[in-house]
């Protein structure tokens, strides 16, 4: 088979004039390489095509393939995971991962939880903030947590995400709303436990590879699984293989995982995100439909390899994962 890559670098953003903080989200050129090596190893011929606009412009030159591996992440627009998804939905081209429906619906975290909640499964009581206005009906469960609706890797999320009162809830909103010029979710706060839950499959087939306990180490930003704190993992976070076979809590968070994968049909892999109120009982936060996959750095593979799957098997899962959902659609 003849399978294409799609993927943002970030260094070419960097290069043109994007900051950091702009390109948090992108990926650096050892995943494609590790990608690319791990779908050659399986038979497979690669092709690398870039982000979205260079994609167009092989498609517009007549270029097809049996299918792209789309690890694009999209610059612009509360849609912009959705953006190569679609563009290849105009084509008839097959993708690994979710369509622009979910794609665009996981993003916005306000809109996620909505499913979510009708979906049956728990998640923290919520409100989306399009602007201060919408804070004139007081907010009265404190401690609460703000954090931008459509934003990943912990962006905009600081000690100060943590709100104690009325007057710290505007004080952050107005920040977040002017500095990421989008909406802001804000939600209780839970102090518990945090999780991190992989999947792999679709529907009926989706399973959970295992979860990951998210312990804040001593020197990391307390409280919250922030940027700083991700962005400096090595230093300030254990990522802890927990089992559902003898941690109740465990068994929970991974139960609302999967019903949460299945009810947004989420396809191929990604992870869910909970973490647990003061009773110890897990709750959804959000959903990683686009999940990073450096073998090292992102938390996917490291799931993986904690639970004894090499890269090169999660690799050839996702793919297996797409290649099945297009026999069956035939």
Not at 9 to 27: H, I, K, P, Q, V
Not at 228 to 247: F, I, M, P, Q
Not at 316 to 324: G, H, M, T
Request: proline share 5%; with cysteine; net charge negative.
């Amino acid at each position: 088979m003849k399978i294409g890559l799609t993927y943002d670098l970030r260094a070419e953003y960097l290069a043109l004039g994007f900051s950091e903080l702009e390109t948090a989200e992108f990926d650096r050129g050892d995943t494609v390489e590790c990608i690319e090596s791990a779908i050659s190893s399986l038979g497979h011929q690669t092709v690398r095509l870039g982000h979205a606009r260079q994609l167009i412009q092989r498609l517009a030159a007549g270029d097809s393939w049996d299918l792209v591996f789309n690890i694009c992440e999209g610059m612009y627009g509360l849609g912009r995971e959705a953006q190569v998804p679609a563009i290849l939905d105009v084509y008839n081209i097959p993708y690994t991962f979710s369509d622009p429906l979910v794609m665009s619906l996981s993003l916005h975290k306000g809109l996620t939880k909505n499913v979510i909640r009708a979906a049956g499964l728990a998640t923290p009581d919520f409100r989306v903030v399009n602007g201060l206005s919408d804070l004139m009906e007081p907010w009265t469960s404190f401690p609460a947590f703000a954090k931008p609706v459509a934003e990943g890797t912990g962006k905009g999320v600081t000690p100060s995400s943590r709100i104690n009162s009325e007057v710290e809830l505007k004080a952050t909103c107005q920040d977040l709303l002017q500095r990421f010029r989008q909406p802001v979710l804000v939600e209780s706060y839970l102090p518990g436990r945090e999780f991190t839950v992989g999947l792999l499959g679709t529907g009926k087939a989706a399973r959970v590879l295992g979860t990951l306990e998210i312990v804040l180490l001593s020197g990391a930003e307390p409280g919250v699984y922030s940027y700083v704190n991700k962005e400096r993992c090595e230093e300030l976070v254990e990522y802890r293989l927990v089992s559902s076979a003898s941690d109740a809590e465990v068994q929970e968070a991974e139960r609302i995982a999967l019903g949460a994968w299945r009810s947004l049909n989420c396809r191929d892999g990604g992870r869910v995100d909970l973490r647990s109120n003061s009773l110890g009982q897990p709750q959804f936060l959000e959903v990683n439909p686009l999940a990073g996959l450096h073998p090292q750095h992102s938390d996917l593979p490291m799931l993986a390899t904690a639970v004894g799957m090499p890269y090169v098997e999660l690799i050839r899962s996702i793919v297996d994962s797409a290649f099945e959902r297009l026999r069956v659609e035939k």
